[in-house]
Every structure is written in C-alpha cells, then in structure tokens.
C-alpha cells in the first residue's frame, strides 16, 4: 500500500455527557442504554449513505471511519447525533496512515480547540483497509461452553488483539458474536499486519480495501465467506477495490 495513502477517522465527543447522567437520578441506566442505542442506530443508518461506519468506543466517544466524505457529510452525520444527544456534541476529522494516529490528532483538536467540527484535508489519497476477524468453529465451541463462557473467551481474544493493534496503530472493535473489526495502517503489507493480529492459530481473516469503510467491510465480509466456504481457504484473503 502506497504510503500517501491514508485512513480518515472522525472523533465524535458528547460534551457533559457524565454530568447530565448524573442528573438522572440513580435509577438511570436503562434510560442511558436506551439512549445510547438510539444514538448509535442514528449515527450509523446516517454515516452508511455516505459510505463511513461507526465504532461506538465509548458511546459518549464515537469514532466515524469517513474516509471520502466530505466536511458536509461529516455535518450531517454530526447533526444526526446532536438531535438526539441532550448534551452539546463535537466532531474533529482528521488523516493518517496509521488510524490511531488520526483518532489521537482529532482528540487533541477537541481538546485545544473550540469549533464544532473540525476538519483536516489529506495530503494523499484517502482509503480504508479493514480487516473482518472470526473465531473457527465458535458453534460448536458455544454448545459446548454456553454463551457465557464463549463470550468470556471472545473477550479475552479481543483484548490481546487490541494490545498488538494499539502497538502497529490499529483500531479495533467488537462486533459482536466471535467477530472483530480492525481498522489497518496503510504502510506496509495488509496481509503482514493482519497475520500479527492473528494471535491464535484458529483465527481467520476477510480483508478489505476501499475508498471508504463501508465499501471495504462489504470486501471483507465477501473474502471471509469465501474462506468459510473454502473457496479461498485461509487463514488470510484480501479483496481490493
């Protein structure tokens, strides 16, 4: 991948957001829950006509991969938030090839800044490389082990794949299920820092790259059919746009 090339990511913050939970009273959390996933399902139905996806880090905190959009898409997926939020909302978009260094630019934007979006243009070409991880044989694994216990070890998959991709600056998320997303740095060979990823020998990989997230997760959900069907056995297949 051509090093000019770089992943845009967007923080989304909701300012005040503790406080205003507290006002709630202690009888709350289902009224935050439910907040918060209408928030999201708005955020995400908003951002996926544009092509961006939403990884909701903290609920408070989102973080909008938008490579290709542009700063009105960016206001509209803004305003989709702030008409449902009860509290002020903020966005900072910014480049990198790493996408953890686009996600700690945009943070230090809203931290030293007072603009309601804030938007960086590339220098290079923007892209997504997005990898689609999945666990083998979690069926069986869950009928054996119950849900609890398979979501316990899904868990702890995650947090050691999101220690080695904070150290090569990638981004993670839970998908649910047994899936993980990872947002990849567009230095180097995809399929060389997916491998890393792969810290378990029963781990697969589809890998999408595209102009935008949402493009390069369908790429990565198609090279994922294709390895569980084994029409491209893997552990690894990427699929370019």
Partial sequence: ?????????????????REWTEELG????????????????AAQKEAAGYGGFVLPIRYDIM???????????HARVLDAIAGLS??????ASYCGVKPLDAVERAWKALRSREERLIYERCEGEEYTAIAHIDLNNVTAITRAEGPVRTYYEVMDLMAKISKVA????AITQYLGGDNILAVLPLNGSVE????????????????????TA???LALAAEALHEIRSKINPGPLVVKAQ
Avoid: F, H
């Avoid at 009860?86 to 966005?91: A, F, G, H, L, T």
């Avoid at 904070?166 to 600056?169: A, D, R, S, T």
């Fill in 166 to 169: 904070e150290e090569i600056g």
């Fill in 63 to 73: 973080l909008l991969i938008s490579s290709n959009m542009g700063v009105q898409e």
């Fill in 86 to 91: 009860r509290v002020k909302v903020r966005m």
């Fill in 26 to 41: 202690s009888d709350r959390e289902w009224i935050i829950q439910t907040l918060q996933s209408d928030i999201y399902a």
């Fill in 192 to 211: 060389e820092t997916v491998d890393m990823l792969l810290v378990r020998n029963d781990l697969k990989a589809g890998i999408g790259i595209a102009p």
């Fill in 214 to 216: 949402r493009a390069g």
């Fill in 1 to 17: 991948m051509d090093a000019k090339k770089a992943v845009r990511v967007a923080v989304v913050e909701q300012v005040g957001y």
